[in-house]
C-alpha cells in the first residue's frame, strides 16, 4: 500500500495525462467537451475511478461513459507511457454532476440577488413618497 503523499501524486499525474490526452489525442466527437474533475486510485492500485463531466449542457451523460470505456485500452496504454507502475489499474469512468450543481446553484444566488434588489427598489421608492 503506497503512502497518502504517494497516492495523491499518482491520482493527480493520472488526471493532468488524461485531460491531456482527451484535448490533444482524443478524435472522438462524443469525447470533444468532456474533462476529467477527479481521479480516485484504490489503495491497491487495481482500480482508477475517473469522474468526467461535459462542459456541454445537452451532451448525453451515458453515451459519453460508453465513448470512454471503449477508449479505455488507448487511455491506460496512454497512462503507462508517462507513469512507471508495477501495475497499471484498471480505469473505471463515472459521470460528476458537480458543474451542473453549481451552475444551478449560481443561477440561483442571482435569482435571489435580483429579488432582493427589487425588493430594496421598491422599499426605497415607498420610503420616498411617505
Known amino acids: 500500500m503506497p503512502p497518502p503523499l504517494r497516492m495523491k501524486r499518482i491520482?493527480?499525474?493520472?488526471?493532468?495525462?488524461?485531460?491531456?490526452?482527451?484535448?490533444?489525442?482524443?478524435?472522438?466527437?462524443?469525447?470533444?467537451?468532456?474533462?476529467?474533475?477527479?481521479?480516485?486510485?484504490?489503495?491497491?492500485?487495481?482500480?482508477?475511478?475517473?469522474?468526467?463531466?461535459?462542459?456541454?449542457?445537452?451532451?448525453?451523460?451515458?453515451?459519453?461513459?460508453?465513448?470512454?470505456?471503449?477508449?479505455?485500452?488507448?487511455?491506460?496504454?496512454?497512462i503507462s507511457q508517462e507513469i512507471d507502475l508495477r501495475i497499471m489499474p484498471k480505469l473505471r469512468f463515472f459521470w460528476d454532476p458537480t458543474p451542473q450543481r453549481a451552475d444551478r446553484i449560481d443561477a440561483l444566488l442571482a435569482q435571489i440577488r435580483a429579488e432582493n434588489e427589487a425588493k430594496e427598489a421598491t422599499n426605497e421608492e415607498t420610503i420616498d413618497s411617505e
Not at 482524443?26 to 468526467?52: C, F, G, H, K, Q
Open 11 to 78: 491520482n493527480d499525474r493520472i488526471k493532468e495525462i488524461l485531460s491531456v490526452v482527451l484535448l490533444t489525442k482524443i478524435e472522438d466527437p462524443r469525447l470533444m467537451d468532456v474533462s476529467v474533475t477527479d481521479v480516485r486510485v484504490d489503495r491497491e492500485l487495481d482500480y482508477a475511478n475517473i469522474y468526467v463531466s461535459s462542459l456541454d449542457k445537452d451532451a448525453d451523460q451515458d453515451e459519453i461513459l460508453e465513448a470512454l470505456s471503449r477508449a479505455s485500452g488507448y487511455l491506460k496504454y496512454e
